[in-house]
């Protein structure tokens, strides 16, 4: 168990250092845009689920695991010591990035650019899209385990790419608690802990429905 929960904080860590580091660097900079943001998160979901997903499953997110264990994918005694890892994985990409730039671009924190029922909406249909995508790959024999890290890396930079400039695309309560409570930002940061989870448990109830024909009798 001490693999898995190491390898969470792991990939967590990076998620957090790079995505919300590209947020930084383009504040910085301006070089980097919000293309090259979604891309970020992308990039490195994909490289870190090749990496570490044969250990841990690599969920890398709370709404994932609650998800999975709703469901009966997950074994619910291990929501939560997957939980503290992820949450810790993200605190300290967040003071590793506060101590080299300091404070700067709100060190890559979510915050609603609209009204706060707009980034509530969007990080619920953001995180169902991602969800979906993630139970597909991971659970559904149908689905070539080879491309789990291109489609789910694929769809974290999707919703970045559409949804990041009014919520943030969070889509993962530990990505946004981390730069949250190292900067002091919160602010509306309730939307960001719930909203994945509703969308994360719809998508597993939706699937699970979904993915298998049945048969009606006499048919």
């Known amino acids: 168990m001490f693999r898995k929960i190491a390898a ?4 967590t860590f990076a998620l957090v250092f790079a995505g919300t580091g590209a947020i930084i660097d383009d504040s910085l900079t301006g070089k980097i845009g919000q293309i090259g943001i979604a891309m970020s998160f992308g990039l490195v979901v994909a490289v870190m689920i090749y990496s570490l997903g044969h250990i841990s499953k690599a969920h890398f997110n709370p709404a994932v695991t609650i998800g999975f264990a709703s469901v009966g994918k997950f074994e619910k005694k291990h929501v939560l010591p997957y939980i503290a890892a ?7 990409a967040s003071a590793l990035l506060f101590m ?3 404070n700067i671009g709100n060190l890559g924190a979510t915050l609603p650019r609209g009204s706060w029922m707009q980034s509530f909406i969007l ?4 995180t169902f899209f991602l969800m979906l ?7 559904d024999s149908r689905v070539k385990p080879e491309i789990s890290g291109i489609a789910i890396g694929g769809v974290v930079a999707l919703d970045a790419l559409f949804g990041g400039a009014i919520s943030g695309a969070s889509m993962n309560p530990a990505r946004s608690l981390g730069p949250a409570i ?9 939307i ?6 509703i969308g994360s448990l719809i998508a597993v109830v939706i699937y699970e429905y979904i993915r298998t024909e049945k048969k009606i009798a006499g048919g």
């Open 192 to 197: 960001y802990l719930i909203a994945p989870v």
């Open 8 to 11: 969470e904080f792991i990939g």
């Open 133 to 139: 995508v993630i139970i597909s790959v991971a659970t």
């Open 182 to 190: 190292i900067g002091g930002i919160f602010d509306n940061q309730w």
């Open 123 to 126: 990080e619920v249909v953001m």
């Open 86 to 92: 992820q949450i810790g994985g993200a605190i300290l």
């Open 100 to 102: 080299i730039f300091g």
